[in-house]
């Protein structure tokens, strides 16, 4: 029994010290001059629906709920929110080429659809979150718009994914 109080002390001892080490938040006072918004019309439903459920883990500012403060929980949101913004960053949007910003909206299309962003266990804990059908609706129907929007004032070329060389064969030999 001395054993396993020892074992619980010391992991109660770890505990308590990691919540000293804390990962850096995901906040700038800066205004976001690259903005989605820059590039791209987005009406203020849309708009309003995009801030709510996706800017937390897909911006340069995140509203943190309470358990980010406890550690690991603080660790595991910064690295999903360092994940997001990897795929795609809404303050960062017009610094991507033409070709990436058309397909981000593509992928927007697609995990909205698929019902697969906001990612399911983001839902657990905010599920004020969710997107209704409606909402759905207009997020997928903005991305399609805005493409056709692209589609209308820049080459084709410089929106679709560059065709990949084909391996040549190589020589035959008799």
Not at 104 to 115: H, R, S, T, Y
Request: charge should be neutral; aromatic fraction near 10%.
């Amino acid at each position: 029994m001395k054993f396993y109080k020892k074992i619980l002390w010391v992991l109660a001892a770890a505990l308590a010290a990691v919540q000293f080490i804390r990962p850096e938040k995901n906040a700038t006072l800066v205004p976001a001059e690259n903005n989605i918004a820059q590039e791209i019309l987005i009406p203020a439903g849309v708009d309003s629906v995009l801030r709510r459920s996706c800017y937390n883990c897909h911006s340069n500012n995140t509203e943190y709920p309470w358990y980010a403060e406890v550690q690991p929980a603080g660790w595991w949101l910064a690295g999903h929110i360092r994940d997001g913004k990897g795929h795609l960053n809404f303050d960062e949007f017009a610094n991507y080429s033409l070709r990436r910003q058309y397909h981000k909206l593509e992928e927007i299309q697609e995990m909205v659809e698929a019902d697969k962003m906001p990612l399911p266990p983001y839902l657990w804990m905010h599920r004020e979150d969710r997107l209704s059908p409606a909402e759905k609706s207009a997020v997928i129907n903005w991305s399609i718009e805005a493409r056709k929007a692209m589609e209308s004032k820049h080459p084709a070329d410089s929106l679709r994914p560059l065709p990949r060389p084909q391996p040549s064969a190589p020589p035959q030999t008799m």
